[in-house]
């Protein structure tokens, strides 16, 4: 059982219940009941004094927050037989009184529904109004308003969206550059320092490579959408920042083998990024050099300090990053 692509941020809550028993059949979407990033969330779920979870949460900026394992069950819907089934998602509120979503995150929402649907074999989301569908709501097994009044009213325009991208993929499958082949060439030495992927347009996640070779496809005149790096040495942390088209720079922080650096679904061009990385001996660094479009190779950067460029609206294409 797999978690979704989709996520920016991890950060796994104790309250759960490992394994589900169920199958996953069902999504329940609930709302922050305020303004909360995906790592403010996480923080809230953090305590097993708190005894609550979700699998997912979406802030107003539409990134992704995981702090519950599909694998596993969440602590969300006041119902064990429903959070057995279902995967559970929290989405910030832009505005109060009455509760709002924005736009990114309703987007996003929609996007992630359809990547849940895709991964488990969920070949509709059914909202009927009442517990019989799959697409249910926390105020079914709770004396609550959750989801709010904004979102329970968007419930069947979030199916009517997420089934017609369902049913898109499966008509329209040929249009995937599948036939696209990333050439990753040599590795810089034989030891395994550093492994990194890229989502690349119309492609999807490419295989990792490592250690100076070439993650992306260059000539092909498609775009890096997202980027994950997993450092293979010991002791060492890296921090990073993302410049993502129309959104601007966005910050992960400490960032894990799991944390998704950019976007996908939305057709947004990753543009820059900014690595701090902390805990290599004194004699290493990390060099990273990058293709862009119309400027073609970089030369190694030393310290990867920016990777891209920013506010030009040129887009990635390629990367490699070594460290020696």
């Given at each position: ?52 979870s979700s699998n997912y949460g979406i802030g107003s900026d539409g990134r992704v927050g995981m702090y519950v394992e599909e694998k596993d069950r969440s602590w969300c819907s006041s119902s064990r037989s429903n959070d057995h089934r279902a995967i559970t998602i929290e989405v910030a509120d832009d505005e109060s009184n009455p509760w709002h979503c924005s ?125 994950k790096i997993d450092c293979k040495m010991k002791r060492v942390k890296i921090k990073a920042k993302a410049h993502i088209q129309s959104t601007g720079w966005v910050d992960y922080g ?71």
């Open positions: 059982m797999s978690n979704s692509s989709l996520v920016n941020y991890t950060k796994i809550s104790p309250n759960k219940t490992s394994p589900r028993n169920h199958v996953i059949d069902k999504i329940t979407i609930h709302h922050m009941a305020g303004n909360l990033t995906v790592e403010q969330c996480g923080d809230i779920f953090a305590p097993s004094s708190r005894q609550a736009d990114a995150a309703m987007n996003t929402l929609i996007n992630l529904c359809v990547d849940i649907c895709q991964r488990n074999g969920i070949e509709k989301l059914n909202y009927t109004g009442d517990t019989s569908g799959n697409l249910t709501m926390h105020k079914w097994f709770a004396v609550t308003d959750c989801p709010g009044d904004y979102l329970e009213k968007q419930f069947p325009y979030i199916a009517e969206q997420v089934n017609a991208k369902l049913e898109e993929a499966k008509k329209e499958p040929e249009k995937s550059d599948t036939a696209l082949v990333q050439v990753p060439g040599d590795r810089a030495y034989s030891e395994n320092r550093i492994n990194y992927r890229v989502h690349q347009q119309s492609v999807g996640w490419l295989p990792h490579v490592e250690d100076g070779q070439v993650a992306g496809v260059v000539g092909a005149s498609k775009r890096i959408e997202a980027l400490e960032i894990t083998s799991d944390t998704v650096i950019g976007s996908t679904g939305n057709g947004k061009r990753l543009e820059a990024v900014s690595l701090e990385v902390e805990g290599l001996p004194e004699s290493m660094n990390i060099y990273v050099r990058y293709h862009v479009e119309t400027e073609g190779w970089s030369d190694w950067i030393k310290g990867a300090t920016i990777i891209g460029t920013a506010g030009l609206s040129k887009r990635l294409e390629a990367i490699q990053m070594k460290i020696q």
